[in-house]
């Protein structure tokens, strides 16, 4: 739920899309661009709209430009509906911010492994260091560098699992509230400059 209008005024303005600016003179070939050229650009290819989120994501930035719509006393009770309905997705959203992509798409296995592995090392040097059971009961040594193996394994998949979970409940509810958002902007329910930031 990105505002075009805003990310091509950042991505021209800000230093921290320096980057994606470079690959958008490439792709336009010209060095003076309008932000115009920026925002056709950027409805065309959704490539360079999932730069921005990832730059985001990475600096812990929102790529939910939606306001808090206010209430109004003059609303009709289908608009305060659909606002108050609006709100409460847009607050979810933003809280599930970091799940909009996938798990396969995360770095879980490499945190998780490394702390197993970490984990296993430290004992190994323990159990050497300051023990004889390498010697003498060397079967269950490894035995239990399997079980933090395998215990790191398994907070894998909850991670994993947890992740999905959440990734489904993000796309569920960007859906439904991109199509409120949809109804409300086209029914007039809603004004572009009422639901955007800019």
Known sequence: MVNIEKVSHQILNDALYNTLLFEIKERLSAQNITPKMVENLLKEDSSFIDEYKEINRQSELSSIHVKKLDIKESDEKDVVALKTEINENIQILKNLENFETDSKESAYSIWIGSVGVMVVFIAHNVIA???????????????FFIFILGLTYLGYIKMKINHDNRHLIYQRVYTSTKEMLRIGLNDSLLTYSEVYEL
């Open 129 to 143: 260091l300051f023990s004889e059971l390498y010697t003498t009961h060397a079967a269950l040594v490894y035995l």
